[in-house]
């Protein structure tokens, strides 16, 4: 042979190799040792890729010829056989019978991992239960063909008693489970931003992320939370929008941190629980007519405060915080404070002085994530950590706390129901008369029992009716203007409300009459596209001579628009998320698209 063709790379060898660099990757093979690559006439004879001896070693058969991916599931497999305690003589498969659940029970777990790929036809799925139970029912029905051969070593055992006899003295069960923990701990610093990625070596130590990884591995009320967040800790980006310590965007799941803030871990420990309990809890949403950042200012004081009680982190100085109002309500806290505006004004909350934490509006680098229901995940995310920290006697909680999770269990109805509960207090349907004097009904089961007919009175009966004021600004979105609309149509109808007065508002108001509820749905011709003045439409309707003293009146807007009054029963449907510029006294129902 000449120098030439000696010194030329044996490709087989080279893809075991870079199957082997595969396993590596994974967290849970990041180190493994005495794995050899041989000419075995064993396997050879048996038409196998490898074995694993009694000793430990894995023998891989050069002459195999295998992708990178079978032969890191191949390698794979026999580690897994070592992990799992095969090898031990009191465990070691006897027959044949037990070999095969052996390599079934290695080959689910690889199934699990998804590493590799399988270089034989394996059934989908695999089949589940006992080992012991299998053994005994395989022992009296056989082995499935499919899984006869499921291990690596081909028509062979897979593993092997070694030539030179006697146990290895490593302990592969401990080995793997410490390797277990290992990988757990990796995806854990992973999760919590301290590694890059699981193939990272050095940990990036921030004390931000620190503090989250924290939250993730030993604080299991928050830890849900923690891991749908991301942290953003951009300079530039704090202050520009002003940020001095932290703010939250409860819709793109982002927590923005000011990298230059002087806070320590447990400090950022503190703020990163305050930032995600304003998200989970929803108070962006709750404001209602309140002031926006005096509402910001008492929620503050409910977090900080439960918090400080229960020793997450270290409270950072300048935070607000008053044992005074220790187990008040949010609620409560705001009809509290609210007494002394000029003071509150003058406090500052986690972003700054003057300025809520909480982001209504996403910053513009950040895109909202799709296919989640945020109400949904966060109401899970918290009910699944209470239950952990209580079952695991994590401490005790606040009561307060305790009392608003407990209430995110049972959320409230959706804006369309609540819709149809107005409808049916405000807009009631005609009842409908029976009587005798029309032709009666009979039941099959008693058709000698004559039963009362329905029929409607001749004299003539009002009719019941309501209004509906339109915003038609520019502002208005068309999706959400159809979907109430649309709404409004549909619970006409099931009451047998033939018509409704509709008017029209933008810079005037523009009187479109009574229009058939069909209309209403499909054929409204949107007519305005100035600014918004709802109190001329509502005046138009309560003066108006043609309609009932008693009809409720709809008004429908996003918010921008004047301040109205109206003086009969009525409800507003908004926007999610949108403020009126006053406290309403009717009903408001945020309207969400689907």
């Given at each position: 042979?000449?120098r030439?063709?000696?010194?030329r790379?044996?490709?087989?060898?080279?893809?075991?190799?870079a199957g082997?660099?595969?396993?590596?990757?994974?967290?849970?093979?990041r180190?493994?040792?005495?794995v050899?690559?041989?000419?075995?006439?064993?396997l050879a004879q048996?038409?196998?890729?490898?074995?694993?001896?009694t000793?430990?070693?894995v023998?891989?058969?050069?002459?195999?010829?295998?992708d990178?991916?079978?032969?890191?599931?191949?390698v794979?497999?026999a580690?897994?056989?070592?992990g799992?305690?095969?090898?031990?003589?009191d465990?070691?498969?006897?027959?044949?019978?037990e070999?095969?659940v052996?390599?079934?029970a290695?080959?689910?777990?690889?199934?699990?991992?998804?590493?590799?790929?399988?270089p034989?036809?394996?059934?989908?799925?695999?089949p589940?239960?006992?080992?012991?139970?299998?053994v005994?029912?395989?022992?009296?029905?056989?082995?499935?063909?499919?899984?006869?051969?499921?291990?690596?070593?081909g028509h062979?055992?897979?593993?092997?008693?070694?030539?030179?006899g006697?146990?290895?003295?490593?302990?592969?069960?401990?080995?793997?489970?410490?390797?277990?923990?290992?990988?757990?701990?990796?995806?854990?610093?992973?999760?919590?931003g301290?590694?890059?990625?699981?193939?990272?070596?050095?940990?990036?130590?921030?004390?931000?992320?620190l503090?989250?990884g924290?939250?993730?591995?030993?604080y299991?009320?928050?830890?849900?939370?923690?891991?749908?967040?991301?942290l953003?800790a951009?300079?530039?980006l704090?202050?520009?929008?002003d940020?001095a310590?932290a703010a939250?965007?409860?819709?793109?799941g982002?927590?923005?941190?000011?990298?230059?803030?002087?806070?320590?871990?447990?400090?950022?420990?503190?703020?990163?629980?305050?930032?995600?309990?304003?998200?989970?809890?929803?108070?962006?949403?709750?404001?209602?007519?309140?002031?926006?950042?005096?509402?910001?200012?008492?929620?503050?004081?409910?977090?900080?405060g439960?918090?400080v009680?229960?020793?997450?982190?270290?409270?950072?100085e300048?935070?607000?915080?008053?044992?005074?109002?220790?187990?008040l309500?949010?609620?409560?806290?705001?009809?509290?404070?609210?007494?002394?505006?000029r003071?509150?004004?003058?406090?500052?909350t986690?972003r700054?002085?003057?300025?809520?934490?909480?982001?209504?509006?996403?910053?513009?680098?950040?895109e909202a994530?799709s296919?989640v229901?945020?109400d949904?995940?966060?109401?899970?995310a918290?009910?699944?950590?209470?239950?952990?920290?209580?079952?695991?006697?994590?401490?005790?909680?606040?009561?307060g706390?305790?009392?608003?999770?407990?209430a995110?269990?049972?959320?409230?109805?959706?804006?369309?129901?609540?819709?149809?509960?107005?409808f049916?207090e405000?807009?009631?349907?005609?009842?409908?008369?029976r009587?005798?004097?029309r032709p009666?009904?009979r039941?099959?089961?008693t058709?000698d029992?004559p039963?009362?007919?329905?029929w409607?009175?001749?004299?003539?009966?009002?009719?019941?009716?309501?209004?509906?004021?339109?915003?038609t600004?520019?502002?208005?979105d068309p999706?959400?203007?159809?979907?109430?609309?649309?709404?409004?149509?549909?619970?006409?109808t099931a009451?047998?409300v033939?018509?409704?007065?509709?008017?029209?508002?933008?810079?005037?108001?523009?009187?479109?009459?009574?229009?058939?509820v069909?209309?209403?749905?499909?054929?409204?011709r949107v007519?305005?596209?100035?600014g918004?003045?709802?109190?001329?439409g509502?005046d138009?309707?309560?003066?108006?001579?043609d309609?009932?003293a008693?009809?409720?009146i709809?008004?429908?807007?996003?918010g921008?628009?004047d301040?109205?009054?109206?003086?009969?029963?009525?409800?507003?449907?908004?926007?999610?998320?949108?403020?009126?510029?006053?406290?309403?006294?009717g009903?408001?129902?945020?309207?969400?698209?689907?």
């Open positions: 042979m000449s030439r063709a000696a010194a790379p044996d490709p087989r060898e080279e893809r075991w190799r082997l660099a595969i396993l590596a990757g994974h967290g849970l093979f180190s493994f040792t005495n050899s690559f041989v000419d075995s006439p064993q048996a038409r196998g890729w490898a074995f694993v001896t000793t430990g070693r023998v891989c058969h050069r002459q195999a010829d295998l990178p991916d079978e032969w890191a599931w191949v794979a497999h580690l897994l056989h070592r799992f305690g095969h090898l031990r003589e465990r070691r498969p006897r027959d044949a019978v070999a095969a052996a390599c079934l290695v080959n689910r777990f690889l199934r699990e991992m998804r590493l590799g790929r399988e034989m036809l394996l059934p989908e799925p695999l589940t239960g006992d080992p012991e139970l299998l005994r029912r395989w022992r009296v029905e056989g082995v499935p063909p499919p899984l006869r051969h499921g291990g690596i070593a062979a055992a897979d593993i092997v008693v070694d030539e030179h006697g146990q290895s003295l490593i302990d592969w069960e401990a080995e793997f489970a410490a390797a277990i923990a290992r990988a757990a701990a990796d995806a854990i610093e992973v999760a919590g301290a590694r890059a990625s699981m193939t990272d070596p050095e940990p990036r130590c921030t004390p931000w992320e503090a989250r924290w939250f993730l591995s030993s299991p009320l928050l830890g849900g939370l923690a891991a749908h967040f991301t953003v951009d300079g530039s704090a202050q520009s929008w940020i310590v939250v965007s409860p819709e793109v982002e927590i923005y941190l000011n990298p230059y803030a002087a806070l320590s871990e447990v400090e950022w420990r503190f703020v990163i629980a305050h930032e995600m309990l304003h998200a989970a809890l929803r108070h962006g949403d709750r404001v209602g007519g309140r002031d926006p950042y005096l509402w910001n200012v008492a929620t503050d004081f409910v977090i900080n439960w918090l009680e229960m020793g997450v982190g270290q409270m950072p300048g935070a607000l915080y008053d044992p005074a109002l220790a187990g309500s949010a609620e409560a806290v705001y009809d509290r404070i609210a007494t002394d505006l003071r509150l004004r003058r406090l500052a986690l700054g002085r003057g300025l809520g934490d909480i982001l209504g509006e996403p910053l513009p680098h950040a994530r296919g229901d945020l949904e995940y966060y109401r899970r918290l009910a699944t950590g209470l239950a952990y920290h209580e079952s695991g006697q994590r401490g005790l909680l606040p009561a706390l305790v009392e608003e999770i407990r995110l269990e049972h959320p409230p109805l959706p804006w369309d129901a609540q819709l149809a509960r107005w049916d405000f807009v009631p349907a005609p009842e409908p008369q009587s005798y004097a009666s009904r039941q099959a089961s058709p029992i039963r009362p007919g329905r409607r009175p001749e004299e003539e009966v009002p009719q019941y009716t309501f209004g509906v004021v339109l915003d600004s520019g502002s208005m999706k959400l203007l159809g979907l109430a609309l649309g709404a409004i149509a549909a619970y006409a009451r047998d033939p018509r409704a007065r509709v008017v029209f508002c933008d810079a005037a108001a523009y009187d479109a009459g009574y229009l058939d069909a209309e209403i749905a499909g054929r409204v007519r305005g596209r100035g918004t003045r709802l109190q001329p509502i138009l309707l309560e003066r108006a001579d309609f009932p008693d009809a409720p709809l008004v429908i807007t996003d921008q628009c301040v109205v009054r109206v003086r009969r029963e009525h409800a507003f449907l908004v926007p999610r998320g949108a403020r009126l510029p006053f406290t309403p006294r009903p408001v129902f945020p309207i969400v698209a689907p």
